[in-house]
Nanobody
Framework: QVQLVESGGGSVQAGGSLRLSCVAS?????????LGWFRQAPGNQREGVAH????????WYADSVKGRFTISQDNAKNTLYLQMNSLKPEDTGMYYC?????????????WGQGTQVTVSS
């Protein structure tokens, strides 16, 4: 059974930093097609924040976080990270990690339960 567990959320002031972690069990990051971080603010739809495409080694970032957030992974620890710097109040939301169920295409079919990030001005 695949399980993704996020941690590292919390409350910070604007300009601060947080590092989110997502540990997987029953699953190998090294053989999947894609991993990603998403977020959802109250009243808003869930949106992609950062994606990592394992086969090609490429990454994607939402325009709103480019230059501030960095996605990375440690395959040996089966852990996905999101380093968030220069946080803004609009970064507030529930952050979720997701992973593809397939090795040859990206579907983000596995999801964690989320970790809350609150940024105050």
């Amino acid at each position: 059974q695949v399980q993704l567990v996020e941690s590292g959320g919390g409350s910070v002031q604007a300009g601060g930093s947080l590092r989110l972690s997502c540990v997987a069990s029953g699953y190998s990051f090294s053989t999947t097609y894609c991993l990603g971080w998403f977020r959802q603010a109250p009243g808003n739809q869930r949106e992609g924040v950062a994606h990592s495409y394992i086969r090609g080694g490429s990454t994607w970032y939402a325009d709103s976080v480019k230059g501030r957030f960095t996605i990375s992974q440690d395959n040996a620890k089966n852990t996905l990270y999101l380093q968030m710097n220069s946080l803004k109040p609009e970064d507030t939301g529930m952050y979720y990690c997701a992973a593809s169920r397939w090795a040859n295409r990206c579907d983000f079919g596995y999801w964690g339960q989320g970790t809350q990030v609150t940024v105050s001005s």
